[in-house]
């Protein structure tokens, strides 16, 4: 592909994504199984321009708008590349190109290279959107916009070692002997972190079920559930049921992991990827509100994790997208979700079982706030301070009396993690 025809594909993209609701990585992944012809260079260089405009789109946005400019998707990649207008004419020509800039928008770009502005807000600096201003410096105060600068970066690739099959040292060293460059996570026991890597599914290790994909924080949010073998355990929100493996493979098999979600379709990739890891523990069900099969587990589990849907404002490295479909109306929306399933969810915990709660939010409306609102109705449940629990091995706790993670500080996912017990 010529750098016309890149930047083309990167604009029609854009402007998918803008007007649609699929994934980024979705529309991505399918304009490349259509257009074929396109190398694995045009591929990169193409994703790679459509993230970065999604990256930068609040900065440039408010940058546009201070000149009067609509910010148009074509405007916003052209933005992004970083071109000179007169090499942006020059691809023109091109076939397969876009048109050459008109004179409002050279103007624009023109204005553009400059440097921002001193007086430009910190939400649009650091790229995410002002009405959650607010809200996020609740929880980084006067570090809020180093904290989201952070979500410009791109998210690293983290694995975890089955240990139903291998254990993170092996999983290194055949790695290495693969020629793929890996470490130890700095804090999970059982992860690594691959240093680039953009085909997981050529991974050996992968297909044989020796290591999953999984964030490092979400890997400690596992750990912190506190499950052994012999447990009963509940993953309340399972998803495509990446915590209900790492928790099977904890418990050694021994015991039952009950992987339920009320969307069956999600679901329907832990079956494979269970008998990928050897996990015969996991037994996975579609529930729904008032499912009266859940009466029969009520009050006997040990262990119960709710994994809430919420507004996945951790995982912006990796859904940048993410940041401008969000509204007010979903966020309240979220919060009374969140609240409906740790009640529902509380009702299984045994007297002195466990209950934990978890995010990929970095929003305060959906994790201390939840967990405040759930405790004030619900006096025979408390909080048990992450320090009380938290393994010397894995490093110093990074969060007390929660697990609190951000890209900046700690080099994972957003993620906020509770855990709750309740008394005997």
């Not at 260089?45 to 148009?72: C, H, I, M, P």
């Not at 309340?236 to 009320?262: E, I």
């Not at 401008?324 to 929306?333: H, K, S």
Request: with cysteine.
């Amino acid at each position: 592909m010529t750098p016309g025809a890149r930047l083309s594909a990167a604009i029609e993209l854009y402007q998918a994504i803008t007007d649609g609701r699929d994934p980024a990585d979705r529309l991505l992944t399918n304009w490349a199984r259509k257009h074929r012809y396109a190398g694995s260079k045009d591929r990169r260089a193409v994703a790679d321009l459509v993230y970065g405009t999604l990256r930068r789109a609040e900065a440039l946005s408010w940058r546009l708008a201070r000149q009067n400019a609509a910010a148009t998707p074509r405007l916003m990649v052209l933005a992004a590349s970083g071109l000179a207008v007169s090499d942006l004419a020059a691809y023109a020509s091109e076939r397969f190109s876009p048109p050459a800039p008109d004179a409002a928008e050279a103007a624009a770009l023109t204005a553009l290279a400059d440097p921002a502005p001193a007086d430009m807000p910190d939400w649009a600096v650091a790229g995410y959107p002002c009405w959650l201003d607010a809200s996020l410096r609740r929880r980084f105060g006067d570090r809020t916009a180093t904290e989201m600068a952070a979500m410009a970066g791109r998210a690293p690739v983290d694995l975890r070692a089955n240990l139903l099959k291998t254990t993170r040292d092996a999983a290194l060293a055949q790695l290495a002997a693969e020629g793929i460059a890996a470490k130890p996570t700095a804090r999970s026991p059982h992860g690594l972190r691959l240093d680039a890597h953009d085909r997981l599914d050529e991974l050996a290790l992968l297909r044989e079920g020796l290591v999953e994909p999984q964030d490092e924080a979400a890997q400690l949010c596992a750990l912190l559930v506190g499950a052994e073998p012999g447990m009963q355990v509940v993953d309340y929100c399972a998803g495509a049921g990446g915590k209900a493996l790492a928790l099977a493979a904890l418990m050694r098999n021994k015991g039952q992991v009950y992987a339920l979600d009320r969307d069956p379709r999600r679901l329907q990739r832990l079956g494979p990827r269970a008998q990928r890891a050897g996990a015969r523990n996991i037994q996975a069900r579609p529930i729904k509100a008032d499912d009266p099969w859940l009466a029969e587990l009520a009050g006997r589990c040990d262990r119960v994790l709710v994994d809430a849907p919420c507004s996945g404002t951790g995982t912006w490295r990796r859904n940048p997208e993410a940041r401008f479909r969000l509204t007010p109306d979903m966020l309240a929306a979220h919060t009374r979700r969140q609240d409906q399933v740790l009640r529902d969810a509380a009702d299984l915990v045994r007297p002195g079982g466990r209950l934990v709660y978890a995010t990929c939010s970095l929003l305060p409306e959906e994790n201390e706030d939840r967990v405040a609102a759930f405790l004030a109705d619900h006096p025979d449940f408390a909080v048990l301070p992450i320090a009380r629990i938290w393994d010397d091995a894995w490093g110093p706790c990074p969060g007390d009396p929660y697990l609190a993670l951000s890209p900046a500080s700690h080099d994972t996912d957003g993620f906020f993690t509770a855990v709750l017990t309740r008394q005997p």
